[in-house]
């Protein structure tokens, strides 16, 4: 993949000399249209972006920056990292994702139904423990995990928390020690992205659901490797069955679209498409019908969403 630093865009065509030692230029390929479609609609609305890269098929790949291509939080995509997690630790024979958390975590006292409550239900928000924490809050607990755990099930009920996705973790954690540390030679190394950091607990472990630090060309190989179905360079990091439930069986959240479904950790739609949709702004879209993939990341405090809308639009055309 190709970056730039500074403003601008990469993979523009331009004019080169050819043999004879004519100028001439070369057709613009299809990601940087669709870059350059994006590039003047987000100017025309003054939105916060940083960086937009597009990857169609293998080769064809554009990106533009408003700013330096620095490592940022990208909120909830960390989501979607710490869904693949736990489908390589599937992979790898060490946790269920039926089997109820308590067998994972045993010496937590749990609230009235919480026994029944599986890792499906914490990344896909439908625990029904009705506990609403994001990584912007403070944790006055002892024990974030407990904290939740404790407080009783409605049920199958949707609720949107990072803290489900923390607790996830901690049921990996059990099983893997450091999640970001197991990650490292199973996910972050492959994809080239060196010595990611993400935010802690107070009790030291990683949030899971928000506060990994990625730059917008490391998140479009996340991308990538979603579209891929988890082959990278030649290689399964995760199984293909994994990536493809992570958009099928959707849920049903109540909400208008394009936030109406939400799958493991990733989010249906708008127009065919699905998505890992961080605050603020941050997006891994993945487009089937383009074979596509279209990474923002951001920091739009109003109008976040429409960041995602004009980039489904302008791979539409």
Not at 137 to 165: I, K, N
Not at 179 to 187: E, I, K
Not at 219 to 233: H, K, M, N, S
């Amino acid at each position: 993949m190709q970056t730039c630093h500074g403003t601008g865009s990469v993979g523009r065509a331009g004019p080169r000399r050819n043999p004879a030692g004519a100028w001439q230029t070369e057709p613009m390929t299809s990601a940087q249209a669709i870059l350059d479609r994006y590039v003047r609609a987000v100017d025309a609305e003054n939105l916060g972006a940083y960086g937009a890269h597009v990857l169609i098929d293998d080769d064809d790949d554009a990106e533009h920056r408003w700013r330096s291509d620095d490592r940022e939080n990208v909120y909830s995509i960390s989501k979607g990292v710490s869904a693949l997690a736990v489908g390589v630790a599937i992979d790898e024979g060490l946790v269920s994702l039926d089997e109820p958390i308590h067998s994972y975590l045993p010496g937590m006292r749990l609230g009235e139904g919480v026994e029944e409550v599986t890792l499906r239900h914490l990344l896909t928000m439908t625990s029904g423990i009705d506990f609403e924490w994001f990584a912007l809050d403070p944790v006055p607990w002892p024990d974030l995990a407990q904290e939740m755990l404790r407080r009783p099930s409605r049920g199958r009920v949707f609720q949107y928390s990072t803290v489900s996705t923390y607790v996830a973790m901690r049921v990996l954690g059990a099983v893997v020690g450091d999640v970001r540390d197991w990650l490292l030679p199973r996910l972050f190394d492959p994809l080239g992205i060196h010595n990611p950091q993400w935010h802690r607990c107070p009790a030291g472990w990683i949030v899971g659901g928000s506060g990994l630090q990625l730059r917008t060309e490391e998140v479009a190989r996340i991308g990538r490797l979603l579209r891929d179905r988890g082959a990278w360079d030649g290689r399964q990091l995760v199984s293909a069955d994994w990536i493809d439930a992570m958009h099928s069986d959707w849920v049903d959240t109540g909400a208008p679209e394009p936030s109406a479904r939400y799958g493991l950790a990733a989010w249906g739609g708008p127009d065919g498409t699905w998505r890992l949709d961080g605050r603020y702004g941050q997006y891994a879209i993945i487009d089937p019908a383009r074979n596509a993939v279209f990474t923002i990341t951001a920091h739009e405090e109003t109008r976040d969403a429409r960041l995602g809308e004009l980039a489904v639009e302008a791979l539409r055309g």
